[in-house]
């Protein structure tokens, strides 16, 4: 089975606000972790990551979180805007040659 | 700049017929290359990758095969397709070992009917 989940299929903020998006993993020697963006249509595009030695983790706008004691790592997007309306993906990348477990993903929408 | 290709975008094709879809890379050198497929509403599941022409890993037993002809073209390959192979199938490149950043194509939706 996946290694990877994500707590909510959906969730539905306003433009504005600030959006929190959570994945739990099941493997307690993951140790690396990454974050993807897919548009309706396209291929999922790389968003940020974080390596286990590491609780926090920031980038333009966006913040990634990870406690290892409770296996769950989050994603929280500033300010969120009509641009950030899109399916995130939580993968864990701790197999080595980029090979990938994804989670099966959270679509955010994002209201005027 | 780095470009990854895929083709075809949309294909339907009936039970029991082949498959090829086609991935090319452009711009970079002794890419990692990955063939993921996404079902309706799910997450992306590794098919293949290869580190290098002829060198192909499955990740999962099923009905369709990968090759590495060329050192920037993989192709993902089907006998006889079922139901279950209908799908996004998603080409990804990578250079950098161990970065978890693919670079990943326009995909291709393939309907089995």
């Known amino acids: 089975g996946e290694s990877v989940g994500l707590h909510l299929p959906t969730l539905s903020v306003q433009e504005g606000d600030n959006s929190i998006i959570n994945c739990a993993y099941s493997?307690?020697?993951?140790?690396?972790f990454i974050w993807y963006k897919q548009e309706s249509g396209k291929g999922p595009q790389f968003i940020i990551d974080?390596?286990?030695?590491?609780d926090k983790r920031q980038g333009q706008r966006v913040t990634v979180l990870l406690n290892k004691t409770v296996k769950h790592l989050s994603l929280q997007i500033a300010a969120t805007q009509p641009g950030d309306s899109a399916v995130y993906f939580c993968a864990d990348g701790s197999g080595g040659y980029n090979k990938l477990i994804f989670g099966a993903g959270t679509r955010l929408a994002v209201h005027p | 700049s780095q470009t990854i290709h895929q083709w075809p975008a949309t294909l339907v094709q009936p039970v029991g017929s082949p498959l090829s879809l086609e991935c090319t890379v452009e711009?970079?050198?002794?890419?990692?290359l990955y063939w993921y497929r996404q079902a309706a509403g799910r997450g992306l599941q590794l098919l293949f990758y290869?580190?290098?022409?002829?060198?192909i890993s499955s990740e999962v037993p099923q009905n369709l095969s990968a090759s590495r002809p060329q050192d920037r073209q993989f192709i993902l390959s089907s006998k006889k397709l079922l139901l279950s192979d209908s799908g996004f199938y998603l080409c990804?490149?990578?250079?950098?070992?161990?970065?978890?950043?693919?670079?990943f194509g326009e995909g291709s939706r393939l309907t089995v009917l």
């Open positions: 711009g970079t050198s002794n890419p990692n």
């Open positions: 990804a490149w990578s250079v950098l070992p161990n970065t978890g950043e693919l670079f």
């Open positions: 290869s580190v290098g022409i002829g060198q």
């Open positions: 493997n307690s020697a993951s140790d690396y």
């Open positions: 974080i390596r286990s030695n590491m």
